[in-house]
């Protein structure tokens, strides 16, 4: 077996639904944030394994921002309800405006969350269009081919890896600021939502 626990509790991995992270989507998101700010870390430190660690590099943000997302589309639900009625895929750029849109409506009905000016918002569209240009289906970094035998990641030939940083760093924290506000306001929304916000979501 190679899932098994032991009774050594410092090697075990909780991967279950419970212990400090009552929120999945938000363990999710870290883990893999963790995961490539380790590989951003080792790049940083020796560049000669550079142009193999940028593959699963970029792969593991564009999949943070992806479940940071999901996230914030599934905590607006929390507000009026509709949390089991919003239906999203894996286009990154689309699910974001969908979440722009939520953020409209909360505004309108009365909250506005933190983190989520015009500056804040244009700073993630710009990354995450970005990412959605040379990587739609979220496998251009994962394999040299795609499903039609055509080469991926056609459009790049080299990558500023300080640059990319940069630019990544700058929306996760905006997408982090985000993320922390809806979670402290979900969870004192009887206090702070106006009666009438229940309703104008929908």
């Not at 212990?19 to 870390?41: C, H, P, R, V």
């Not at 409506?105 to 989520?116: A, F, N, V, Y």
């Not at 055509?150 to 030939?157: E, I, M």
């Not at 996760?172 to 229940?198: C, Q, R, Y």
Request: with cysteine.
């Amino acid at each position: 077996m190679i899932f098994k626990e032991t009774d050594n509790q410092e090697n075990n991995a909780d991967v279950s639904h419970s212990g400090q992270y009552y929120n999945m989507w938000n363990k999710f998101a870290i883990s893999y944030k963790l995961a490539a700010e380790a590989i951003a870390e080792k790049i940083n430190s020796e560049k000669s394994e550079i142009d193999l660690l940028i593959y699963p590099l970029v792969f593991l943000y564009r999949h943070y921002f992806e479940l940071r997302i999901k996230e914030i589309l599934i905590n607006s639900g929390e507000f009026d309800n509709t949390k089991d009625l919003l239906k999203f895929d894996h286009n990154l750029t689309e699910n974001w405006e969908k979440c722009k849109e939520r953020f409209t409506l909360m505004k309108q009905g009365g909250l506005d969350i933190q983190g989520t000016s015009e500056e804040n918002l244009e700073c993630v569209d710009q990354v995450l269009k970005e990412i959605y240009l040379h990587d739609k289906r979220s496998d251009a970094f994962r394999y040299p081919y795609n499903t039609k035998e055509k080469p991926t990641l056609t459009r790049l030939n080299k990558i500023d890896i300080s640059n990319f940083l940069s630019s990544i760093n700058s929306s996760i924290s905006v997408l982090e600021e985000i993320t922390s506000m809806m979670s402290a306001t979900i969870d004192f929304k009887d206090l702070l939502l106006p009666d009438e916000l229940d309703n104008s979501l929908v």
